[in-house]
């Protein structure tokens, strides 16, 4: 994990040249939009464009994007953890959240839940073996005009959602390749078989539904309980 109260310093890039190529050009669009002296305002694109090509954040990851930002390490991983966002562990390639919001849960957004974990074979929080799919109970999408709604791989909102679409959908995405996750190191994450699968439970912060990080300020990490 990444050790509280350290500086930012040289670290070994994750990417592969080609996505370093794309990551600077991005970055370099990021830190254009503030002043000079502003530039770690740009740490939420930057973990974007690096989760956009690695799929998810790994350790190394955060720890360049700190270096590159000259941000704390683990002011990244805060950030990290508390957007959910943010993936703090690879997902499927085709990764799909439903939303739970008060508009969405009263036009059958349950049901859309149970009815994708029907069709995939998993559980909110889970991934397909095969690594294809996984599903996830998210909060609000701010779409509750087109409830109710779902995010397809952090950027194609599916709105008005029913049965029949939600069944199309799948379908469709089973037709395509999707983004493959990086490797990495593991995060030391908490019980698997842990699950946020019910409406009336609160919707935890972090990756797939798994409970918030907490810091270990006594521990020097943010380590999770």
Not at 90 to 119: D, F, Q, T
Not at 168 to 184: T, V
């Amino acid at each position: 994990m990444i050790p509280l109260g350290t500086q930012a310093g040289p670290v070994e890039s994750p990417f592969t040249p080609e996505q370093q190529k794309r990551f600077d050009e991005g970055l370099e669009r990021a830190i254009a939009k503030y002043p000079p002296e502003r530039r770690k305002a740009a740490l939420l694109p930057a973990l974007h464009l690096a989760q956009d090509e690695l799929g998810w954040l790994p350790e190394p990851a955060m720890a360049y994007v700190a270096f590159r930002l000259d941000v704390p390490p683990a002011r990244v991983r805060e950030v990290v953890s508390f957007y959910t966002m943010y993936r703090l562990r690879p997902v499927g390639r085709h990764h799909i959240g439903v939303c739970n919001s008060i508009s969405c849960w009263a036009m059958g957004s349950e049901k859309l839940l149970k009815r994708c974990s029907e069709l995939l074979g998993i559980r909110p929080g889970e991934m397909t073996r095969d690594g294809q799919f996984s599903l996830e109970e998210v909060s609000c999408l701010a779409a509750c005009g087109n409830a109710p709604a779902a995010l397809v791989n952090n950027f194609s909102y599916v709105e008005n959602v029913t049965p029949e679409s939600l069944d199309r959908l799948i379908r469709e995405l089973r037709e395509q390749p999707g983004k493959e996750m990086a490797k990495g190191p593991m995060p030391r994450l908490p019980d698997p078989h842990l699950h946020a699968e019910k409406q009336g439970m609160p919707q935890a912060t972090g990756s797939l539904g798994e409970p918030a990080v907490s810091t270990h300020p006594e521990a020097g990490s943010t380590e999770r309980r």
